[in-house]
């Protein structure tokens, strides 16, 4: 009974025929013991557990293959998506102020120098609780996100902070006409102008003024403003 060396044999006694296998190597000549080596069966045993293993990585890799060779087929028959054609109609900027343009014609408007007062004797003021802003209304006065500097001799522009974004750029006019009576204007603002008073809202229409009275809070897009008189000092 030959012992092969790897993996290691347990320990002498372990096996109840270790003692009559000894007795029995004992009595076999020195020269015929030496003959016998544990090379022969530990390669034949290495070459036959090699055997199967060789077949069953081959086995796999034929299997990857006829796999893989599906994929790759399918792959190189899949249609090519169609690409998107170069000229297309451009995406429409839908931001509430994008379509407007400056206003170059006063005349008909609440900041026409004809409308206004020259001299005020009153001075009110816009204030936004939630911004912080104040606007003084002192003379003829354009309000928007970004409103034009080319307004009438008299008139000025005060940009209106909006957080919301629903102010227009040239939004709506406060004007103090020669009467002392106060009057608002829209400008074809996308999201409006309102007079809320007593509970009441009431839109600006285009076109058409309104007379604005103090107190009351106007809407201007999305932002409420409290309007009233300034005290005097």
């Not at 557990?49 to 796999?67: L, M, R, V």
């Not at 249609?79 to 343009?101: F, L």
Request: proline share 9%; net charge negative; aromatic share 6%.
């Amino acid at each position: 009974m030959a012992f092969i060396p790897y993996p290691p044999a347990p320990e002498f006694g372990w096996y109840e025929d270790d003692r009559s296998t000894v007795d029995s190597v004992a009595d076999v000549p020195e020269s015929s013991t030496a003959s016998v080596t544990p090379a022969a069966p530990e390669s034949s045993t290495v070459s036959g557990s090699a055997a199967p293993a060789t077949s069953e990585s081959s086995a796999a890799a034929s299997a990857s293959e006829s796999s893989a060779a599906p994929s790759s087929s399918a792959i190189s028959t899949a249609p090519e998506p169609s690409s998107a054609p170069e000229s297309g109609p451009a995406h429409a900027d839908i931001t509430p102020h994008a379509a407007e343009d400056d206003i170059s014609d006063w005349d008909s408007t609440v900041l026409s120098s004809a409308f206004t007062s020259k001299a005020p004797q009153k001075t009110y003021l816009l204030h936004n609780d939630v911004t912080g802003q104040t606007i003084v209304i002192d003379k003829s006065t354009l309000l928007g996100r970004k409103p034009s500097m080319d307004v009438p001799q008299g008139a000025k522009a005060e940009r209106v902070e909006d957080p919301t974004r629903t102010t227009s750029r040239n939004h709506a006019a406060i004007s103090i006409d020669t009467d002392g009576a106060l009057w608002i204007e829209d400008y074809g603002s996308l999201n409006g102008t309102y007079i809320i008073q007593d509970g009441q809202e009431t839109q600006v229409v285009k076109g058409t003024p309104r007379q604005l009275e103090a107190p009351s809070t106007v809407r201007i897009g999305d932002q409420f403003f409290h309007f009233t008189e300034q005290a005097e000092r």
